[in-house]
């Protein structure tokens, strides 16, 4: 293990999620148990394994590392990775990587798919990502995990395997899909964003932004800016059903100190304990 970039990590509901997230700084995201992994502003060293990638938009900070990633899977002998974005970023960075190419003298094989609002992307049989907008300066995507299970249909609960077995025979349908969003991510958005897919309101786990916090900034400045502030946070508090909300991205104009007391001052008991600072 290479610890090169720092990193945090929180384990709920048997998925572990590691990642770090400062504004202007970098943002990276991973869960392995998904296979999947959300903005590349940074590669921590041990992610390289993980194939899936969504980026959330093209900011330095969540975009910069795709090239080092890419150079040390193929390193590595990995198989080049899929990477979900919206479809306006391909060309730039192709240009980008071939620019790196120049440079570096070595291949940076990688396969865009161009992904945008209302699309699914079925990662197995098990899990399906949704795509949703977020609103900020730059095209910017938002990602829903749900988790689908067949379940048997009311009607039929409670008959026996062979039964089943008849019926399934008779080309007769006996379960039914059932979804169970678990996972959602926002990347850098205004609370539009949240809106825009209300689903991530009811996810197990969310991750998303709380730029800024302090009460001295304008709130028209954040919102043009395609940010939230923690008085988003209090003015939604009520609509958040996740069991886990996880809050990164501040601004580095503020001590984690200051991040703290001034969260918990606002909200007490930070949504009965489901709000976790990312610091
Ligand atoms: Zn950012
Ligand atoms: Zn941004």
Same mark, same amino acid.
């Given at each position: 293990?290479?610890?090169?970039?720092?990193?945090?990590?929180?384990?709920?509901?048997?998925?572990?999620?590691?990642?770090?997230?400062? &504004?202007?700084?970098?943002?990276?995201?991973?869960?392995?148990?998904?296979?999947?992994?959300?903005?590349?502003? &940074?590669?921590? *060293? %041990? +992610?390289?394994?993980?194939?899936?990638?969504?980026?959330?938009?093209?900011?330095?900070?969540?975009? &910069?590392?795709?090239?080092?990633?890419?150079?040390?899977?193929?390193?590595?002998?990995?198989?080049?990775?899929?990477?979900?974005?919206?479809?306006?970023?391909?060309?730039?960075?192709?240009?980008?990587?071939?620019?790196?190419?120049?440079?570096?003298?070595?291949? $940076?094989?990688?396969? #865009?798919?161009?992904?945008?609002?209302? /699309?699914?992307?079925?990662?197995?049989?098990?899990? =399906? =990502?949704?795509?949703?907008?977020?609103?900020?300066?730059?095209?910017?995507?938002? +990602?829903?995990? *749900?988790?689908?299970?067949?379940?048997?249909?009311?009607?039929?609960?409670?008959?026996?395997?062979?039964?089943?077995?008849?019926?399934?025979? /008779?080309?007769?349908?006996?379960?039914?899909?059932?979804?169970?969003?678990?996972?959602?991510?926002?990347? %850098?958005?205004?609370?539009?964003?949240?809106?825009?897919?209300?689903? $991530?309101?009811?996810?197990?786990?969310?991750?998303?932004?709380?730029? +800024? =916090?302090? &009460?001295?900034?304008?709130?028209?400045?954040?919102?043009?800016?395609?940010?939230?502030?923690?008085?988003?946070?209090?003015?939604?508090?009520?609509? +958040?059903?996740?069991?886990?909300?996880?809050?990164?991205?501040?601004?580095?104009?503020?001590? %984690?100190? #200051?991040?703290?007391?001034?969260?918990?001052?606002?909200?007490?008991?930070?949504?009965?304990?489901?709000?976790?600072?990312?610091?």
């Amino acid at each position: 293990m290479v610890e090169n970039l720092p990193l945090k990590t929180l384990s709920h509901a048997g998925l572990t999620i590691e990642g770090y997230s400062r &504004a202007a700084v970098q943002t990276y995201w991973r869960i392995s148990e998904l296979k999947l992994g959300f903005d590349l502003g &940074a590669q921590p *060293w %041990d +992610f390289m394994g993980t194939p899936n990638w969504f980026i959330s938009h093209t900011h330095m900070d969540h975009i &910069a590392a795709l090239p080092v990633y890419l150079a040390r899977r193929r390193m590595m002998k990995m198989e080049p990775p899929t990477i979900y974005l919206s479809g306006s970023a391909i060309a730039p960075l192709n240009d980008m990587l071939n620019a790196f190419t120049r440079l570096d003298r070595g291949k $940076l094989p990688c396969k #865009f798919v161009a992904v945008q609002p209302g /699309d699914e992307i079925e990662l197995n049989r098990e899990y =399906v =990502v949704q795509i949703g907008e977020s609103a900020h300066t730059v095209p910017a995507l938002s +990602f829903l995990v *749900w988790h689908r299970k067949n379940k048997l249909k009311e009607e039929f609960q409670g008959i026996s395997g062979t039964e089943i077995r008849d019926l399934r025979k /008779d080309g007769i349908e006996v379960s039914s899909e059932q979804r169970i969003p678990i996972l959602g991510y926002t990347g %850098d958005t205004t609370v539009a964003g949240l809106d825009n897919m209300p689903e $991530l309101y009811q996810a197990k786990i969310l991750i998303t932004e709380m730029t +800024f =916090v302090a &009460a001295n900034h304008s709130k028209e400045k954040i919102k043009k800016n395609g940010h939230m502030h923690l008085s988003d946070f209090i003015e939604q508090q009520d609509r +958040f059903e996740n069991e886990v909300v996880i809050a990164a991205h501040f601004s580095t104009r503020y001590s %984690d100190s #200051f991040i703290r007391r001034t969260v918990e001052k606002a909200l007490p008991g930070l949504l009965d304990g489901r709000l976790h600072l990312w610091l």
